[in-house]
Every structure is written in structure tokens, then in C-alpha cells.
């Protein structure tokens, strides 16, 4: 943990992305370059951006990779195991008010750091 709202690697490679590869088909979909997100990943590891001012990566799907790869190996996930089964409760109600109503109910729960990372991804995915 920084400090920082968001961290430096989820940024970075939104950024990038909104940049570069929001026409790309499969973005998330299609594997990168191992190689490349491997690369990206220790520079990010080690406190380096290796997406600042760049526009050299061949690969968007390397980039799409690293964000890919943050997520899954957090130590907890974003949509955190303890509530895991509340997410999916919430999922199945038909009333879209009454969902959204549970949903809050169970993001209210959430640590602020969370819920920042989560506004976030999901302003950059539904853009």
C-alpha cells in the first residue's frame, strides 16, 4: 500500500489503454506477450512506470495482461471473499432498484481504498 487512491500500476496501464487500445478487439480477451507482461510487471515491482510517455508497446494486450494479472493475484480480492456471497445474493434480484439497494448495502461495507479502486475500474470499463 502507497498511500496513493488508486494504485500506480492500475492507473498506468488504464491509462494506457484508454490511450492506445480502446478500439482493440478482445483487449482482455486475447493474451499478451508473456515476455512483455513479465517485463512490465518487475519494472512496476521494482517502482518503475514503464508505460510513462511511452507509446513503444507493440503488445496492448501485454498491458491488458498486467491489469489482469494486478487483480488476480491481489491477496484479496477486489470484491473482497467475505462477501462474496452478498455480491451474488444481491446479483440475483430482479428489481433493479431493490438491487441497487442491496448492492450499496453491501458496498457500505467495503474499506474506502476498495471502493476508490472499484469507482474507478468501472468508470475505465464502462467508458
Known amino acids: 500500500v502507497t498511500g496513493r487512491p488508486v494504485p ?3 492507473e498506468s496501464c488504464v491509462r494506457f489503454i484508454t490511450k492506445f487500445g480502446m478500439d482493440h478487439q478482445g483487449i482482455f480477451r486475447v493474451p499478451g506477450s508473456s515476455t512483455e507482461i513479465n517485463d512490465m510487471k518487475e519494472a512496476f515491482e521494482n517502482g ?3 508505460l510513462a510517455g511511452l507509446n513503444h508497446w507493440k503488445d496492448i494486450n501485454a498491458v491488458a495482461g498486467v491489469l ?3 487483480f488476480r493475484e491481489l491477496e484479496d480480492p477486489l470484491f473482497p471473499r467475505a462477501y462474496y456471497q452478498e455480491f451474488i445474493d444481491a446479483s440475483r434480484i430482479y428489481d433493479s432498484d431493490e438491487q441497487a439497494r442491496a448492492l450499496n ?3 457500505k461495507k467495503l474499506p474506502d ?3 476508490v ?3 474507478y475500474l468501472f468508470k475505465f470499463l464502462f467508458a
Open 68 to 70: 489482469r494479472c494486478y
Open 117 to 119: 479502486v472499484m469507482k
Open 113 to 115: 481504498a476498495v471502493v
Open 48 to 50: 518503475r512506470d514503464p
Open 105 to 107: 448495502h453491501v458496498i
Open 8 to 10: 500506480e500500476i492500475v
